[in-house]
């Protein structure tokens, strides 16, 4: 257990669905964060929230949509996928800056353990 | 941000001592390193992290020399449940944005 949670932890869509991907921190951090794992690729960051500001936006296509109500939970809303967008998601948080450890464990990032998302 | 370079696989055998070798030759002045361990249809989880010298943790030790262009983790005693992917990634320091590069990583394969 790491402190994040995410769900479901498995999806699976069709083409013209809507689903939400869910992610809760319980750790007390400031930042969440999306990632993307294709198989056998490295991960991809998605988007990075910070005081539930967004700070990063890898170039990330418009049906993916994220969300961030407050600082322990961060959403992904996925609409009109594609087959390659099956993938492993998945959420991290970490604590900001002037949280515990130091400056250099500011991004020390907790992951969730992912939402395996297949898109038919 | 700071590239990094590691070998995209190493083989060891369980009782071994393993170092995994990480080159970083742009490493800024404020960022720090940082190595994560992942399994398999997991989330990766941090091992350790430093900034100079040498930092030790009851999971890895982690060696920097002093131009910081390199880092060497190192897994003692390996066992079979090591088997993992590490990833050698260099970020931020404070305030330094939340931007972080996950490499292709190191695919650790320990064996009988």
């Known amino acids: 257990e790491t402190g994040v949670t995410q769900t479901p932890r498995h999806l699976v869509m069709g083409m013209t669905n809507k689903k939400s991907l869910k992610c809760e921190q319980h750790l007390g951090h400031n930042a969440m964060y999306w990632y993307k794992q294709s198989a056998k690729k490295p991960l991809e960051l998605m988007f990075v929230?910070?005081?539930?500001?967004?700070?990063e936006n890898n170039s990330v296509p418009s049906r993916f949509s994220p969300e961030c109500p407050n600082s322990s939970h961060l959403f992904l809303h996925l609409h009109t996928l594609q087959p390659e967008d099956s993938a492993l998601y998945l959420c991290a948080s970490s604590p900001g800056p002037g949280l515990a450890g130091g400056p250099g464990s500011y991004n020390e990032q907790f992951f969730g353990p992912g939402t395996r998302l297949t898109v038919l | 941000l700071a590239k990094t370079t590691q070998p995209i696989s190493m083989d060891s055998y369980e009782g071994q001592e393993v170092n995994i070798t990480c080159s970083h030759n742009n490493i800024a002045t404020n960022d720090y390193i940082t190595w994560y361990q992942q399994f398999p249809s997991q989330g990766p989880r941090f091992i350790i992290q430093g900034y100079k010298t040498k930092v030790t943790n009851e999971v890895a030790s982690l060696f920097i020399p002093a131009d910081r262009k390199s880092s060497t983790l190192s897994l003692p005693r390996v066992s079979l449940s090591d088997t993992a992917v590490y990833y050698c990634?260099?970020?931020?320091?404070?305030?330094?944005?939340?931007?972080?590069?996950f490499g292709a990583g190191t695919r650790l394969f320990v064996k009988a």
């Open positions: 929230y910070n005081f539930k500001e967004q700070t």
């Open positions: 990634l260099v970020v931020p320091g404070d305030t330094g944005g939340f931007k972080t590069i």
